[in-house]
Each structure stands twice: as C-alpha cells, then as structure tokens.
C-alpha cells in the first residue's frame, strides 16, 4: 500500500507565495506520476500540477507561470512552490500518485486560505 503525507498548507494574502510538499512511502513502482490536486466547496476536484517519474510536466492553465512543481525521485517527494496567490487558488490541496495498473492514492489533503 502506499501512503502520501501533505504538509505546508496555511492562510496567506493575495499576492503571497505559499509552499506545499508531499512525501510518499510504500509500494512505490519508479515509474509514477506524482502531483496536486485542489478541490473548492462546491466544485469538483481538479488538477493544478503533475510530474511523471520522467520530469515531464503538465499545469493547469489558471496556475501556469505563478506555480512550479518538483519532485525528488530518490526520496518520492513532490513539492508544490505557489507564487502570485490569489484568492481562487482557496481549496483543499491533496497529493496524487499513479501508478501502472492500480488506482491512484491520496494524501489527506491540507487548506490553502488566500485572503486579506
């Protein structure tokens, strides 16, 4: 089984940067995608970034150019470095991993508030 812990949510201001990081343990195959997901109140969960094992990326269209995603292959982390908030980046951030042939896992998720 596979266990991912989030850490570094918090509240923030408009304009603030806040960094999130993610570290996975368990059956980890090294040929994964490691990523972040948000999810609002009242709307579906979405991707903001993802990684694969490879270092390609993938971000969503309302993050790119203000957040940055990596990943370290050797410790199965997965950092998400968030610049330019605004307050509808508010959302519960989880932390994603795929792997081949299995269903994907979850962190916990941790609250990213941006307000005045």
């Known amino acids: 089984q596979v266990q991912l812990v989030e850490s570094g949510g918090g509240l923030v201001q408009p304009g603030g940067s806040l960094r999130l990081s993610c570290a996975a343990s368990g059956n980890i195959f090294r040929l994964n995608t490691m990523g972040w997901y948000r999810q609002a109140p009242g709307k579906q969960r979405e991707l903001v970034a993802e990684v694969t094992s490879g270092l390609r990326i993938n971000y969503a269209d309302s993050v790119k150019d203000r957040f940055t995603i990596s990943r370290d292959n050797a410790k199965n982390t997965v950092d998400l470095q968030m610049n330019s908030l605004k307050p509808e980046d508010t959302a519960v951030y989880y932390c994603?991993?795929?792997?081949?042939?299995?269903?994907?896992?979850w962190g916990q998720g941790t609250q990213v508030t941006v307000s005045s």
């Open positions: 994603n991993l795929r792997l081949p042939d299995t269903v994907p896992y």
